[in-house]
């Protein structure tokens, strides 16, 4: 199984900024792609950003903004969200898309979230 660890979330003001990460732990030897997801109250969850090996893809309305890494040798993602915006107010869901198995097969996993409120 694997587990996926948010820490980070907070209340700040708009244009400040947080870092969020996220630790996969678990009987892992690859993460193909990792990424975070965001879901304000009623509304749908949505992509912020993923990053495989080599590519990373943002929505638009955090490029610029946003940067996500990765550090591969401890399964870890990160999120430095600068110039945050009250609409940025959601609970931010760590993802990843883990091969598994003798045919790496591969399964999505989800953190818990951590809370993210800005204050206009």
């Known amino acids: 199984q694997v587990q996926l660890v948010e820490s980070g979330g907070g209340l700040v003001q708009a244009g400040e900024s947080l870092r969020l990460s996220c630790a996969a732990s678990?009987?892992?030897?690859?993460?193909?792609?990792m990424g975070w997801y965001r879901q304000a109250p009623g509304k749908q969850r949505e992509l912020v950003a993923t990053?495989?090996?080599?590519?990373?893809n943002y929505a638009e309305f955090v490029k610029g903004r946003f940067t996500i890494s990765r550090d591969n040798a401890k399964n870890t993602v990160f999120l430095q969200m600068n110039s945050l915006k009250a609409e940025d107010t959601a609970v931010y869901y760590c993802y990843a898309k883990v091969p598994l198995g003798t045919f790496r097969h591969e399964y999505d996993y989800w953190g818990q979230g951590t809370q993210v409120t800005v204050s206009s």
């Open positions: 990053i495989s090996k080599g590519t990373t």
């Open positions: 678990g009987t892992i030897h690859d993460i193909n792609v």
